[in-house]
């Protein structure tokens, strides 16, 4: 199992980013997969889950401003940030199935002016 | 939100000595198909986080058997016997029976 992500790097407070988990070494499609971020020095915030037969759920502090979505041709999680805040600033986790037994290397998302 | 807490904040530990860490829960964990959905993480260094445990007790593949879960409900315990350095860097629990799926603030294992 192995999950790639990408997409990071920094933006302006109002802008927008997409961030991909490339998802290898497993069948992609039947599986859920999670958006979990970590601020600098803090803890493990979640912030996205979707279904394999993509349902989705999101934590209060982003939805409406971020989109979890799946292309399983392409074996890939993505994560759309709209309207983005300074306490976005993060790394970026894509994690497999709701019990989170893989998780990738992460991908750092500064929101800075 | 289920409120995880995690105790102590921090461990400061001699190679080959024993250690446990406690996390309790807001609210029970058991989910409606009877099984409890906590899991335990290790975070190295600067790495991601891995599974060590799921559903309260259940070692990941890998795992050495120095590493045990027990609890139930809200009250749960990782043991770590016989501390190895490679065991060092903080742990979190995550609960995924209720949504929004939330972590314990993480107990970070130092060397004495």
């Known amino acids: 199992v192995q999950l790639v992500e990408s997409g990071g790097g920094l933006v302006q407070p109002g802008k927008s980013l997409k961030l991909s988990c490339s998802a290898s070494g497993f069948t992609f499609s039947s599986y859920g997969m999670h958006w979990i971020r970590q601020a600098p020095g803090k803890g493990l915030d979640w912030v996205a889950y979707?279904?394999?037969?993509?349902?989705?759920v999101y934590a209060d502090a982003v939805k409406g401003r971020f989109t979890i979505s799946r292309d399983n041709a392409k074996n890939t999680l993505y994560l759309q940030l709209n309207s983005l805040k300074s306490e976005d600033t993060a790394i970026y986790y894509c994690a497999r199935r709701w019990s989170v037994d893989y998780w990738g290397q992460g991908v750092m998302v500064t929101v800075s002016s | 939100d289920v409120v995880m807490t995690q105790t102590p904040p921090s461990l400061s530990v001699a190679i080959g000595q024993s250690v446990s860490i406690s996390c309790k829960s807001s609210?029970?964990?058991?989910?409606?198909?009877?099984?409890?959905?906590l899991h335990w993480l290790l975070q190295s260094s600067g790495r991601s986080p891995k599974r060590l445990i799921y559903?309260?007790?259940n070692l990941d593949s890998g795992v050495p058997d120095r590493f045990s879960g027990t609890g139930s409900q809200k009250d749960f315990t990782l043991k770590i016997s016989r501390v190895e350095a490679k065991d060092l860097g903080v742990y979190y629990c995550a609960q995924t029976t209720h949504f929004p799926w939330t972590f314990g603030g993480g107990t970070k294992l130092e060397l004495k």
């Open positions: 609210q029970s964990l058991v989910y409606s198909d009877g099984k409890t959905y």
């Open positions: 979707i279904s394999s037969s993509s349902g989705t």
């Open positions: 559903q309260v007790s």
